[in-house]
């Protein structure tokens, strides 16, 4: 593996930084880039502390891995300083010079518009009227930051390089691909395409240079917000199955339906991807919790990962059984 791009294949929060920071660690990823905005949460918990990110990559786990932050990237200098302090992240950390500066403003304009927040149930963060700015041509890059001064990069340079010298490089997306702008529900969607190819467009690499796409899909299927979707449970069925989530960045309540393999079937389609991720497997069969080799799975588990498999034409390979990065079934090398 050299350039693997991780996805989320449904709307969201299916788990990728915990797969993100396994990979950064087991792959020895010489950079972690993070593409996306603020409003993206993802989890990691690891060595007994739990992260919330929502803009630096899930590869901080790996003390070796260099972090980035694509130009296609927005977020807010405030979430940024936070997250170097609780990551302990500084010097590993580099900005794109074009990288979007999401303000105040920006969240305040989000959070007075009626059609955002009550229908479409947008996180509030400012970044559709941020990215409203980028398209207009008036919003300010991190190099119009002086206090962004020392962390300033050439992202697309350090990536394509890195890849020239045969090192490994991981782009971590955000949300899944139901909640991109373009092959998303619209207008239930966010401000940006979340595919696997927008997510190279934010770095600036090439579709060549990709040697690996993992979607990531949970067991079950979760949607923060407005929107469509098939087979939804009441909310005390999701909490008697343990599927009712709280969202990292809102605090709000997930929605909860089973795993859709018709979306799952697209989803591999729309993003090219060789491989997939799935998690929570623990939280749908708990006899499976912890376990980190494929034969110890219980043969019902293992039938659902084989219905998976032969739904969307791609190979599970990392299958996630807890919540701790290391809680993972790796099964890339017997496949
Ligand atoms: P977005 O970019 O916001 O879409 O987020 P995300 O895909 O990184 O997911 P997020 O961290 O918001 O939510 C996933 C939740 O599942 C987190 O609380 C993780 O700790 C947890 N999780 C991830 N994998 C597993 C797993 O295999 N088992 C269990 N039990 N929990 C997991
Ligand atoms: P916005 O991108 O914050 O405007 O939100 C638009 C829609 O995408 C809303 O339905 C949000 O709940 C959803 N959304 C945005 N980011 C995430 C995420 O990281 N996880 C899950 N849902 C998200
Ligand atoms: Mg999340």
Redesign the pocket.
Known sequence: MSLAVLV?GFF???????IAAYLSLKDDMSIGVRT?AIN????V?FNGSKYKLRIIP?AFVNRRSRLLIAAGALFSLDVLKKELEATQAYGRVGVDYKSGIITEEHQKRARMDEHLMKRVGSTGTGVGAAMVERVLRTLKLARDYDELKELLTDVAAEVNNALDRGENVLIEA???CYLSLYHGTYPFVTSRDVTASAACSEVGVGPKRVDEVIV?F?SYVTRVGGGPLEGELPEEEAARRGWL?V???TGRKRRSAPFNYELARRAVMLNGATQVAL?????LFPECRGTRRYDELSSAAKKFIDDIEAAVGAPVTLI????DVM?IVDRRGEL
């Open positions: 989320g969201g929060d299916e788990g990728k930084g915990k996306g993206a949460g993802h989890t918990v899930s955000t949300q899944g990531v949970k989530e969202a990292t960045v998690t929570k497997l623990d939280v996630g059984t807890g919540e809680d």
